[in-house]
């Protein structure tokens, strides 16, 4: 494995890692073209206070049958396996070989109207300091980070590229939240696809 792996910042409390090359160029838009129609996509749902709410974006959730998870209130079912995520996988094994992925959180954001809100993948499905590979596709986005108990730390942006990876490992989930903010306006993104892969203990 050649690509370049940058520990992005000394962040209190936090281990991420940036791979901006983990796709070459040709990789990731084949991989984003062939997802739109691959992936069975959704209009997600929360519940708030036993009552369900449109998210704004797609999403599905994919992985191994035994792998149940419980998001914002809602009993997720996994989906099969597709062959281009199994080929992701593959790759993202290269670089955590000891972290055995069974499942994907896969979000389609269509355009800068898409986001998603502030929280921590600190389900206890997922265990302790649970390592989430995040692989980005097409659009670049903001990804906004704060901590959850220190003021004295800033929250910050990271720019999120197609083709990149995100390892966020340790006590990140625990310690922080991250947010994928709107952008509206003239300047709006085209569509954007992400891919939480994660490892969720039965
Ligand atoms: O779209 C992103 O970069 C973030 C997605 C995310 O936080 C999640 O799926 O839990
Ligand atoms: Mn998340």
Redesign the pocket.
């Known amino acids: 494995m050649s690509n370049a792996s940058i520990p992005i910042l000394d962040l209190p409390d936090a281990r991420l890692e940036y791979i901006p090359d983990f796709l070459s160029p040709n990789e990731a838009s084949r991989f984003f073209n062939g997802l739109v129609d691959e992936i069975p996509w959704q209009e997600g749902t929360v519940r708030l206070f036993g009552k369900e709410h449109p998210i704004p974006r797609l999403q599905a959730w994919i992985g191994d049958a035994d792998a149940r998870y419980r998001y914002s209130g809602v009993d997720l079912e996994p989906s099969p396996w597709t062959p281009l995520l199994l080929e992701i996988a593959e790759k993202l094994s290269a670089v955590r070989p000891a972290v055995s992925f069974n499942s994907v959180?896969a979000?389609l954001y269509r355009d800068g109207n898409d986001s998603?809100g502030w929280?921590s993948?600190d389900e206890p499905e997922l265990g302790d300091e649970p390592t989430i590979a995040?692989i980005?596709l097409g659009a670049t986005?903001d990804?906004r980070m704060r901590h959850l108990r220190r003021d004295d730390v800033e929250p910050l942006t990271l720019t999120?590229e197609g083709g990149s990876l995100l390892l966020m490992e340790g006590t990140t989930q625990e310690k922080w939240q991250?947010s994928?903010p709107k952008r509206r306006g003239r300047n709006s993104p085209g569509p954007r696809i992400?891919l939480?892969f994660r490892r969720i203990f039965a």
């Open positions: 959180l979000n998603m929280h993948d995040s980005s986005r990804f999120l991250h994928l992400n939480t």
